[in-house]
C-alpha cells in the first residue's frame, strides 16, 4: 500500500475517534481529560511520543497567575478552555504522524501543542525535525526559538562580552548559542552553584551574583526573580542593553533605575518569542524560525538539559512538584506510551 492510500486509511478511521489530554482545572492541580480529534480533513493527524513542560510559562497558568490584560495574548496555538481555569496548555509536543498531507506522513515532527497523547493540527503549524534531531531532545524546540529570538533582540556580535543572569533552561540555551560566536566572552550568574558544570558543558563560564562580571556589553536577564534584574543591570557596561526575558505575569517588579543607571546610560529591552525579533521580521516568518531552532538543537550536548522524564498518566500526580517554585532540575519530558 502506497503512502497516499495509508495516509487516507489512517485519516478516515481517525475521523470521530478520542484522545486523552492534560487540563489545569484549578490552582496546582491538572486532571487528565478524554479530548475528541476533530480537526479538517487537511489536517495532520499526530500520535504523541514526548512533550515538554516549559516552566516559567505553565507554572503561571498552573496557579492561575496569568493577567487579566494578557488572556488573548498568551493563549497557546491549540489551546482548549480559557484562563484561568480549566484550561488545556501546553506548545512542545513531539510525535509520529500518521495522517495528512503524503509528505509527512511516517515523519517525527514537533508541534505547538498542549499535552495530549494524539492530536489534529493544521500543516503549518507542523515541522518535520531535521536528520539527526532525537524526538525526545526536540521537546527543548519552543525553548530555542525563545533564546533564539533573544539572541537577536540582544544584537550579540563576534568578540562581545556576553552575561545570562539565570540559569534556567531558556538562560543556558541563549549561553550556548552565544558561546558559539567568535570571540565571545560568555559568563552564566545564578544562585546554584550545582549548575556551574552544566554551564561549562555548554560554553560558558559560570559565577554567583556577588562575583557577578561588569562592563559586560550585553546582559540577558532570565532567572524570573526581581533580585535577578538588579544584578543583570549591576553587569551592564557603557551604554549596553539589558535584555529582560523574564515573565512575571501579575507581579509587580522592582527595578534599580537610581545610581548609576542614567549616567551608563543603559537600556533595558524585553523579548518575547510570540514575534520574531524586529532585527529579522522582515525576513523571518515564524516557521523559518521555528526550523533554525531544530536544526540548533543537533547536538548531543543539550540532553544534558533535560533532567527528568514523567510518563504522561502520571503527569496530573507530578504537575505540583515539577511546577513547584524553585523546583530542582530544568526540563521534563512527558513520555507516552
Known amino acids: 500500500m502506497g503512502n497516499e492510500a495509508a495516509g487516507h486509511e489512517h485519516e478516515s478511521g481517525a475521523r470521530g475517534s478520542s484522545s486523552r489530554a492534560l487540563w489545569y482545572v484549578a490552582p496546582g492541580r ?17 500520535r504523541a511520543l514526548w512533550s515538554g513542560i516549559s516552566r516559567g510559562t505553565e507554572r503561571l ?10 488572556h488573548g495574548r498568551m493563549r497557546a496555538p491549540l ?6 481555569f480549566p484550561v488545556k496548555y501546553g506548545y512542545c509536543a513531539v510525535g509520529v504522524a500518521e495522517g495528512g498531507p503524503d509528505a509527512l506522513i511516517g515523519r517525527t515532527v514537533f508541534c505547538l501543542h498542549p499535552h495530549q497523547d494524539s492530536f489534529r493540527a493544521p500543516a503549518h503549524l507542523v515541522q518535520p525535525l531535521p536528520a539527526g534531531l532525537p524526538a525526545r531532545r526536540a521537546i527543548l524546540a519552543a525553548n530555542m526559538e525563545t533564546a533564539l529570538n533573544a539572541t537577536w533582540d540582544g ?12 540559569a534556567g533552561l531558556v538562560g543556558l540555551l541563549v549561553a550556548y548559542l552565544c558561546a558559539r560566536m567568535p570571540g565571545t566572552e560568555v559568563t552564566v550568574v545564578d544562585v546554584e552553584a550545582a549548575r556551574a558544570a552544566l554551564a561549562g558543558s555548554l560554553g560558558a563560564r559560570f ?7 561588569v562592563d559586560a556589553d550585553v546582559v540577558f536577564h532570565a532567572s524570573g ?20 526575558m523574564s515573565w512575571f505575569g501579575e507581579g509587580d517588579v522592582p527595578a534599580p533605575l537610581g545610581g548609576a543607571f542614567h549616567s551608563r546610560r543603559l537600556r533595558i529591552v524585553s523579548s518575547q518569542v510570540g514575534h520574531v525579533a524586529a532585527a529579522r521580521r522582515a525576513r ?9 531552532a531544530l536544526d540548533l538543537l543537533r547536538d548531543d550536548a543539550l540532553d544534558a538539559l533535560i533532567t527528568e522524564e514523567v510518563a504522561f498518566d502520571d503527569l496530573p500526580a507530578a504537575i505540583p512538584r515539577i511546577l513547584a517554585e524553585r523546583a530542582p532540575g530544568l526540563a521534563t519530558a512527558v513520555r507516552y506510551r
Open 225 to 244: 526573580a526581581p533580585a535577578g534584574l538588579a544584578t543583570a543591570i549591576g553587569c551592564a557596561g557603557f551604554e549596553s542593553r539589558v535584555v529582560e
Open 79 to 84: 489551546q482548549e478552555g480559557d484562563f484561568p
Open 207 to 213: 559565577a554567583a551574583p556577588a562575583d557577578a562580571p
Open 30 to 46: 491538572a486532571e487528565i481529560r478524554p479530548a475528541s480529534l476533530g480537526g479538517r480533513p487537511e489536517d495532520v493527524q499526530v
Open 284 to 292: 523571518w516568518t515564524h516557521a523559518r524560525r521555528l526550523a533554525a
Open 155 to 166: 544584537g550579540v556580535g563576534p568578540a562581545d562580552r556576553v552575561v545570562v543572569v539565570g
Open 61 to 70: 497558568v498552573a496557579s492561575g497567575r496569568v493577567p487579566a490584560a494578557e
